[in-house]
């Protein structure tokens, strides 16, 4: 979300949506509130600082990472106080285990993602990292049924071998599938626990198979950059139940009149249903429909409009699937 006040982010959540409410991020207030320093701050027995290259591992804990636990914790403060009574959904995201290794350094510069050994490592501290959390989301919010989000826009890159290592002359080697795969469950499985969980991607070529297998109860993805190649694995993966998040609504760079059509907003999912020969009264149960990425470089009045507008475009797709 757009801003640095965590009580203005979570009030306009909570009063805007119906259902499915999520912790807001607010990068906009720096390093430890950026995407890969807050997931650093929930990280077990690891640490990191920041470089001029980005985030790197540390000793200890250290100023920036004070600074990251500082951030959530005030973003958890304003949810909980904005949240009382709530009875729903809760999505709490972070970023990924792969997308991580492929941002955060090494003592020596190089990303994390060149030994294995390391990602091995970060997985296990991560899941760890977000048990805790999420349970702490529970306490707060306890009528909730928390879902998690891992966020992993760089997985397509780190399967095919197109991470940069640090010098930009060469690029990682490609991780194979199934050590992808294995990595993935066991954040899904030890971070959320019995609780879902979502895997975002909002990069072309996302791996809709291999993150059902992994254990997705979700996929998130930008609706704009599929491609029919895509199609097999999307009917795959709605016929095994695993659910859409559609981002079919702009998440910047668009005024609010591309907000003023709900139902031609979820006309692309109508068409990809009819193509996939799927049943039109599917498409409420399987969709959520949400903005394409993350709404932090809009404005918060277009923030606000987004997110109405994703509550007005299900509607839609609810009361009229074909």
Known sequence: MPGEDPREAARTVAGTLESF???????????????????????????????????????????????????????????????????????????????????????????????????????????????????????????????LQLDEPSLPAVLTGRVPTASGYRTHRAVDRGVVEEALRGVLREGAGEDPAVVHCCAPGVPFGLLRRAGAAAVSFDFRLLTERDDDALGEAVEAGTGLLAGVVPGAGAGEGALSDPAGTVGGVRSLWRRLGLAPGSLAESVTVTPSCGLAGASPAYARAALAHCVRAARSLANDPE
């Not at 991580?100 to 501290?125: H, K, Q, V």
């Open 21 to 147: 409410l999520f912790l807001p991020e607010l990068p906009a207030r720096g390093p430890g509130a950026d995407m890969t320093g807050r997931t650093a701050g929930l990280l077990a027995e690891l640490y990191a600082r920041v470089e001029p290259s980005g985030w790197r591992l540390g000793d200890r804990p250290g100023r920036d990472t004070r600074r990251a636990r500082s951030y959530l914790s005030a973003d958890l403060d304003a949810l909980e106080e904005f949240t009382q009574g709530y009875a729903g959904a809760l999505k709490v995201a972070a970023v990924g285990p792969w997308t991580l290794a492929a941002s955060l350094e090494r003592r020596n510069g190089e990303a994390m993602l060149g030994d294995p050994g390391a990602c091995r490592d970060l997985a296990a501290s991560l899941a760890e990292g977000l048990r805790g959390h999420l349970a702490d989301v529970r306490r707060r919010v306890p009528g909730a049924r928390v879902v």
